[in-house]
């Protein structure tokens, strides 16, 4: 079965083409036989692999001849032998051998092999294809082996037992579900196993990896991750159906292709009848079908049940394991969907919830009501859904538990159906608003947070919905997670406003509004909203969520204001709390904030990574992984981005991707990901997440929305686009709010860039109105940063040095050298080298305008290309090297070989990790696994009863042993070397 192999690629495959031809050419002596029978299931690829290891094959210099069988019995003797030999003398241009390959189907042509002459013609056709090899190795290719006739079938003995008496290989294909009862082609598989040289290979369906490639190969782009899950799932791996499924979605075709259907159908109707209805059974059930369960709904006899199960697993239909009977192909399940009448289809179901009901192991609610609901008695699978949605909830399954309050809504509005016996199942009861309520807070949860919002919209209108001041609550948390900040601080204000809210609602709407400023860079604010939060909370029994929203922020605050080592412990004390509690939202909220103060404002870059994977790792096990986990992982890649380590955040930003977030969350991990991008020079890729990113904020986004326009002026600039620049640092400082003197910072710095690089270029007109804002606002960012904590004031001067120096470049046209290097040295300092390696361009630059110290530039260029090159940064290496050649500076860049590619994708395997750390001692062990957990060095020597100095020396002599420079680098190898 193959589908346009002309156009489809073979994926997946090439260490099995590899092994095949070592098989069958490389590793046959001369005078010796080999074979590789390839079996498989219909369309697994064997036709297309057969075509490719031949190419392999004679272009290793072996002579090959390929036929096919056809489904005519002993018709046609010996007839993919003769279609093979024809196929040759029509290629063929050297006289000797196309008058061998003659005189060998003369042969076929007056012999017809009997009984009594078969041994003879056996003998000729092995002295014929000798001739025709001409002392070449002879490879024979056979497809469709299931229906070779008893001729060749005898000649392929003949020929395998090394009867012929020179080199010949067989490769050929077998359909597996044909091989069944007493097909003749089994014994002589049976006896060819015998030989040392003939090898059996079941080909197996692709993986995911290969799925994704063939079906983006078909399509002409990648799926996207939902319709590529799709696609995975009804296809099995199976190439030819995945070609179909692929072709159908790029041509926008809907539901299964009539291909398809009649392939499938026709190996489901090939069954016998007992067969036929165990595999109806198994596609109606939810997998996997235990064998207990499948006997209750079929209704076979043992016996007749474990023979029909073994038929249907033979023809390529089911496959069996311990815990039960799964299709092969979920398309088989959408196939016979459409073969049963409707009433068929509802008793079988019933059968199966009867059975489930009266079984005395723990019912399973989901199956339960996923069977009533399409036996037609909505009124009996509502409570299994509500009981599956408890538990999914229980365990900290939200997705799954939205799914099943999902249904429980569906179930409460569906009309019940006529029973088999002409009577009305019992009506459907249920309290539509606690269904509200529960789906919408599962939907919140699991980031699914446009449905949240509608479903609370629902519970508003009903009259039996929740007092008001906790519906503003609720729909402040939905807008907040959507990433729709300037609404949602709205509704938590008139919670407060409202005289009619309960003390505990009012501590409730203080601790997330708290949070909220916190999230939007108002960091006086958020403090005082935090102390009026905790003031509540200590007004009413058991509110510890309020009082770890609230001393999260507020320990954030007074780290970012007053002082950090203060607001430190408050926040850990916060993250104590949190773990004691034992709430989801707690726990990843104070990991969220102690994160955000280490990566972001204290500069304290490796532990925060640190801590931004660990408290990852741990709302991933409390079910938060769309959600929280993601926001924690786009912290960490931002931190990985500072330190320089862009190939590694490339990695976490990707896998947290996996889990396509929304609304905020998106939001965060899009902007990390367009960080990266903007540095590696990919415009198209940021342009596209930047437009994601202004779409969702586009419902009010605050938070957000100076994160964005730093990187829009970012990217603008390495297009040459300065007016472009301008115009987002402008709205920026027009629309912002923050306290946060670093991103304001950060922000003037652009804005100052852009107009001393549209000076230098000449493309567009300074703006000296816009020169003159940004002075003062480097003047507020100056006096206020005076105020903040010594860690902020640290980070915010060397933003301010690099304003200080593109001033320069705008008042001379050239730019100081000394502001240049001191920006360089702060950033050297602050252990970022994107910016350090930046600065020591321009300080070239200007070195180069006075035409002085040029040996110094020189030196300046190569240190900052080299820096570049290992990021990956291919904008600044370009301006670096464009600067270099109009000076002739060499940069004495390191043979292409040597050097990291312009944008690194994945890592060079590494050695064991394992390995790795035998060069530690017991004790060095300890302390790295102590740093892994983001312990500082004074709680390790707490912990490990050791002085503060004495763990400085062990992570030093670690540090050198492993050769890594930072703590995020040493925890990453002690993480690998932990058994799964």
């Keep these: ?192 196993r015998r030989l040392r040289s003939v090898r059996v290979v079941d080909l197996a369906p692709l993986d995911r990896a290969g799925t994704d490639e063939l079906a983006a190969a078909i399509a002409g782009t990648p799926l996207p991750p939902e319709a590529a899950d799709q696609l995975w799932q009804r296809s099995g791996g199976n190439p030819f159906v995945v070609e179909e499924l692929a072709r159908d979605l790029r041509d926008g075709h809907d539901g299964l292709s009539d291909t398809l259907r009649e392939v499938f159908l026709g190996r489901v109707d090939a069954l016998p009848q007992a067969a036929h209805a165990v595999v109806h059974a198994v596609a109606a059930g939810v997998e996997p079908v235990e064998h207990w369960l499948l006997a209750q709904v079929v209704r076979l006899p043992e016996d007749q049940l474990i023979e029909a199960v073994r038929e249907a697993v033979a023809h390529r239909l089911l496959v069996g394991a311990d815990d039960g009977y799964r299709l092969r192909h979920r398309l088989v399940a959408e196939v016979l969907a459409h073969e049963l009448l409707p009433a068929e289809r509802a008793a079988l179901h019933r059968r199966y919830a009867e059975t489930l009901t009266s079984a005395t192991a723990e019912l399973h609610q989901a199956r339960l009501a996923h069977h009533w609901r399409l036996a037609g008695e909505p009124a009996r699978a509502l409570p299994a859904a509500m009981a599956a949605a408890r538990e999914a909830e229980r365990l900290h399954g939200y997705a799954e538990a939205h799914r099943h309050w999902s249904a429980a809504l569906s179930l409460a509005d569906t009309p019940p159906a006529v029973l088999p016996d002409g009577g009305r199942p019992e009506p459907v009861e249920a309290d539509r608003a606690e269904l509200l309520t529960h789906a919408a807070e599962s939907a919140h949860h699991c980031g699914e947070h446009a449905r949240a919002l509608a479903l609370l919209e629902e519970l508003a209108a009903d009259k039996a919905g929740p007092p008001t001041c ?313 006096r206020k940063s005076g105020n903040a904590g010594a860690p902020v004031r640290y980070v915010a001067d060397a933003f301010l040095a690099l304003c200080a120096a593109e001033l320069s470049r705008l008042d001379d046209g050239r730019g100081d050298p000394e502001l240049w290097a001191r920006a360089a040295t702060e950033w050297d300092r602050r252990n970022h080298p994107y910016p350090a390696a930046y600065s020591r361009l321009r300080q070239a630059e200007a070195l180069l305008a006075r035409r002085s110290r040029v040996a110094t530039a020189g030196k300046l260029l190569r240190q900052a290309h080299q820096t570049a090159q290992a990021l990956g940064a291919v904008p600044l290496s370009e301006e670096i090297r464009t600067l270099a050649g109009r000076a002739r500076v060499p940069l004495e860049e390191a043979p292409a070989a040597a050097r990291p590619a312009p944008r690194p994708r994945a890592a060079a395997p590494a050695a064991s990790a394992v390995d790795e750390l035998e060069v530690l001692t017991a004790r060095e062990r300890e302390v790295l696994a102590a740093v892994a957990e983001g312990l500082t060095n004074r709680e390790i020597g707490q912990r490990l009863f050791i002085s503060e100095r004495t763990i400085g020396v062990h992570v030093s002599h670690i540090f050198d042993k492993l050769q890594v420079r930072t703590r995020v680098q040493a925890s990453a190898i002690f993480l690998r070397s932990r058994p799964e």
């Design 470 to 782: 906790a519906l503003h609550i609720r729909r402040a948390r939905y807008l907040a997670a959507a990433g729709r900040s300037a609404p949602a601080e709205a509704e938590y204000r008139q919670v407060l406003a409202a005289a009619d809210c309960t003390p505990r609602e009012r501590a409730t709407a203080a601790a997330h509004l708290a949070e909220l400023l916190l999230h939007l860079g108002r960091y006086a604010e958020a403090g005082d909203q935090a102390r009026e939060a905790l003031r509540l909370a200590a007004e009413v029994e058991g509110a510890a969520s309020e009082v770890v929203l609230a001393s999260a922020a507020l320990g954030f605050s007074e780290a970012y204001l007053e002082d950090p080592d203060a607001g430190l412990a408050v926040m850990r004390r916060a993250l104590d709390t949190a773990e004691r509690s034992g709430r989801p939202e707690d726990v990843a909220c104070a990991y969220l904030h102690l994160a955000e103060l280490l990566t972001g404002p204290l500069n304290i870059l490796e532990e925060g990574v640190v801590v931004a994977r660990r408290g990852a790792e741990r709302v991933a096990e409390l079910g938060l992984g769309r959600t929280w986990e993601t926001r924690l992982l786009a912290i960490a890649t931002n931190g990985l981005f500072r330190v320089g380590q862009w190939a590694e955040a490339e990695k976490v930003v990707a896998a947290a991707l996996r889990h396509r977030p929304s609304g905020a969350d998106a939001v965060e991990l899009l902007l990390a990901r367009c960080r990266l991008s903007v540095g590696y020079g990919d415009v198209e890729a940021s342009d596209r997440d930047l437009e994601a990113v202004a779409t969702v904020l586009a419902g009010g986004g605050a938070r957000h929305v100076l994160p964005m326009l730093i990187l829009r002026a970012g990217l603008a600039m390495w297009q040459g686009r300065h007016d472009l620049a301008r115009q987002a640092v402008q709205r920026g400082l027009t629309e912002s709010r923050s306290d946060d003197v670093i991103v304001l910072a950060t922000l003037a710095w652009h804005g100052l860039r852009a107009e001393a690089e549209a000076s230098a270029s000449r493309t567009v007109e300074v703006d000296p109105n816009a020169v003159r804002r940004l002075r003062e606002v480097v003047e507020r960012v100056t």
């Design 1 to 192: 079965m193959a589908s346009d192999v002309d156009t489809a690629p073979l994926v997946g495959r090439a260490d099995t083409v590899a092994a095949l031809r070592s098989a069958l050419l490389d590793d046959v002596a001369p005078g010796q036989t080999a074979a590789v029978f390839l079996t498989g299931e219909s369309g697994v690829g064997k036709t297309r692999l057969l075509a490719e290891v031949g190419e392999r094959l004679r272009d290793g210099g072996a002579l090959v001849l390929t036929g096919a069988c056809l489904d005519i019995g002993d018709a046609s003797p010996l007839h993919p032998v003769r279609q093979a030999l024809r196929r040759l003398d029509a290629d063929l241009t050297e006289a000797r051998t196309s008058s061998a390959v003659r005189g060998l189907l003369q042969v076929f042509d007056e012999e017809t092999p009997g009984p009594d002459g078969a041994g003879a013609l056996l003998e000729r056709v092995s002295r014929g294809l000798h001739l025709v090899a001409a002392g070449r190795p002879l490879v024979l290719v056979l497809d469709d082996l299931q229906w070779v006739d008893r001729s060749t079938r005898q000649l392929l003995l003949y020929l395998l037992a090394g009867l012929g008496d020179h080199q010949l290989s067989v490769l050929a294909a077998i359909r597996a579900e044909s091989l069944q009862g007493a097909h003749p082609l089994r014994r002589v598989l049976t006896e060819l």
